[in-house]
Structures are given as structure tokens and as C-alpha cells.
């Protein structure tokens, strides 16, 4: 096993064991999901997930800090934009 100090980007380094706690309801879900052996593999790229939101979060609270809130105009066009929906799909925005 690595040294404490070695740092790994999320999602790389070698496998490590920890006892967990879920809601039952929780790890039924999973195991229906990806059955009893894929549960670990589903919860690691959860938690990769989880992390790249909570960057994402970071990031735009930092932007936030510089530039003031997002306009939520502009926001709701760009999302249309990227997602196709409404009536200005086609417009650029």
C-alpha cells in the first residue's frame, strides 16, 4: 500500500478498504442496480462524481466572489442552447 503522504488524483492510486454505513433502502437500490458485486464499483464512481461537483461548486463560488452572480437570463438562454429546448435552439446566445 502507498505511503500516507502519496496523494492520487480521485479515481487512480491503488484500492483501499473502509467499512461504510447506507440506508437499506439505499444499498437495495445498488445491488438491483449493479448486483452484489458491483457495489464497490458504483460507489467509487459516485463518489468521483460527487467530487467533481463539489469542484464545480467551488469554482463557480470563486467565479462568484470576482464577478457577481451569473444572470440567470443569460443562463436559462445558454442552457436552451446546449440542451435544445425552447424556442431559440437555433439562436446564438
Same mark, same amino acid.
Given at each position: 500500500?502507498?505511503?500516507?503522504?502519496?496523494?492520487?488524483?480521485?479515481g487512480? @492510486?491503488p484500492s483501499?478498504g473502509?467499512?461504510?454505513?447506507?440506508? /437499506?433502502?439505499?444499498? #437495495?437500490?445498488? +445491488?438491483? $442496480?449493479? @448486483?452484489?458485486?458491483?457495489?464497490?464499483?458504483?460507489?467509487?464512481? /459516485?463518489?468521483?462524481? #460527487?467530487?467533481? +461537483?463539489? $469542484?464545480?461548486?467551488?469554482?463557480i463560488a470563486?467565479f462568484?466572489e470576482?464577478?457577481?452572480?451569473?444572470?440567470?437570463?443569460?443562463?436559462?438562454?445558454?442552457?436552451a442552447?446546449?440542451?435544445?429546448?425552447?424556442?431559440?435552439?437555433?439562436?446564438?446566445?
Amino acid at each position: 500500500m502507498a505511503d500516507d503522504d502519496t496523494e492520487f488524483p480521485p479515481g487512480d @492510486g491503488p484500492s483501499s478498504g473502509i467499512s461504510i454505513t447506507l440506508a /437499506a433502502g439505499t444499498l #437495495q437500490a445498488i +445491488r438491483e $442496480r449493479v @448486483g452484489k458485486r458491483g457495489v464497490s464499483a458504483y460507489l467509487e464512481r /459516485a463518489a468521483q462524481r #460527487q467530487i467533481e +461537483r463539489d $469542484r464545480l461548486d467551488e469554482l463557480i463560488a470563486s467565479f462568484e466572489e470576482v464577478h457577481g452572480p451569473a444572470d440567470p437570463g443569460a443562463v436559462a438562454a445558454k442552457r436552451a442552447r446546449l440542451t435544445g429546448e425552447g424556442s431559440g435552439a437555433g439562436a446564438a446566445a
